[in-house]
DNA sequence: CGTCCCAATTGATCTGGGTCAAGGTTAGTC
DNA sequence: GACTAACCTTGACCCAGATCAATTGGGACG
């Protein structure tokens, strides 16, 4: 398909100009989409919105991490949802942001104005459609988690995280079975930990200890290696089926 | 609004055919959904589908207690969803069924048959934004016990849990503050454990914990009535806002 | 080339909830 | 009205992961 209007390379992952949109879209609604389209960019460590502000804008990441939290009076935190390049943000009808979500690195966001992409979503059906099966699979993915955070052990945990990552990591996707599979973590010890239910003491000794049962290896804090993709899942506790996305 | 064709006084309760449709369906519509529509029920304890099934409807539920778990090898389980009356089952789009889904009580469903259900959403906008909705509304669900399940303490879980079923359960919306709430746990110890990521025993002894500092009373095993319910929210750890939906 | 700072590691100890085991309750059923 | 089978409660003990406390490593910057 042709993508007319494209303002920056990078929009390719963004899937409701590209995936949603230009699969079935004519001219007019491309055109319509564009008019409403912007982007912005969020260094690391910035916050791009906080839970019960009022949110403007929709759209997803191009690229970059995002984290979705939720926080308790007392200070514990859960994150509640990984954002990686293509995941949708915000909510069409409700003003209100449920949750923080926060940059982890530096995020380059593709953002509609609200209020005129629910009014073309009111008139172009298979945009609410894309955005249906978009919330079904983050459904889908934040069940797997529930069992992730509800029934495996610490170990398990980390597996699971790591499996997910590299699930996610489209630059990945091209590698073959049994080839190693290389990748840097895109969050610290401690935004795993929140991720995991987890303490970072407890991550950081679960990482050592996969690293010392030959499962990963690691250079520097963040650089990964997987030498055995089949072996990392197993150590996860999902054999075959594996994680979904967070 | 009126609500001709009704089949069952029952389906009130029913999203699809009430809360996304009749508000917004036109005469041709309504009658295009009674014609693929029909109701099934099941006994406590039977299973309404299991994983990896081919589902050939969606629907949602019109009267009991059904549940959505997720199962592991080794045979730990993890509840991922509890179907109150009006919550909607099955994903348009997908043949497989990617949970269990298992009547807790007698359940009464109220189902599409999925392919002419689909076909309609194709035509008709306001059916897939009705879903969107609610899909997005069970992701809300889904992310705050995200939260429980990774930072709660027993005690608070069951509390939260509590809060949720009389969150839920339609019959008690009337109770106005500072009234006695008094309802019946649709769940066993061992479901209530799968929900929460604990072992039943644990269920037990914060239920009996509970109990003994007066937060709740219990009445055989099941009968529950909630004295204060600020002081349950607070025991649930979230002041105010309180828990969503499973 | 030091030194400052923050992320990560590692160790020692504690504890909430799991595990294993023994009753107790209640609702059917004959 | 005793028998059975779920379901639930309670107790004793244990361990995975939390907590508290140093220490290490590595990149930025003067």
Excluded at 102 to 112: G, I, K, L, R
Excluded at 128 to 139: G, I
Excluded at 170 to 190: Q, Y
């Amino acid at each position: 398909m042709s993508t007319p209007n494209i303002t920056s390379v990078n929009c390719e992952s963004c899937p409701i100009r590209h995936r949603a949109v230009c699969a079935r879209c004519n001219a007019d609604e491309l055109v319509e989409l564009d008019a409403i389209k912007y982007y912005r960019t969020y260094e690391a460590g910035q916050t791009v919105i906080w839970s019960g502000d009022l949110m403007g804008f929709v759209g997803s990441v191009v690229s970059g991490v995002a984290t979705l939290t939720q926080t308790m009076e007392d200070g514990r935190t859960q994150m509640v949802g990984l954002l990686l390049p293509s995941d949708f943000v915000g909510r069409p009808g409700r003003d209100g942001a449920a949750y923080n979500v926060v940059a982890t690195t530096d995020v380059v966001m593709c953002c509609f104005r609200k209020k005129p992409f629910e009014e073309l979503m009111e008139r172009t059906p298979h945009v609410a459609q894309r955005l249906l099966e978009m919330t079904l699979d983050e459904l889908d993915a934040a069940r797997e988690w529930m069992l992730v955070l509800g029934r495996k052990t610490a170990r398990e945990k980390i597996a699971s995280l790591l499996s997910i990552i590299v699930r996610r990591d489209a630059s990945l996707a091209s590698n073959g079975i049994g080839k190693n599979i290389v990748f840097d973590l895109p969050l610290t010890r401690e935004a795993m930990a929140d991720y995991l239910g987890l303490t970072l003491e407890t991550v950081s000794r679960q990482m050592s200890a996969l690293k010392r049962d030959d499962v990963i290896k690691l250079e520097g804090k963040r650089h990964i290696t997987v030498p055995n993709m089949e072996r990392l899942l197993s150590e996860a506790g999902d054999d075959g089926d594996g994680g979904f996305i967070g």
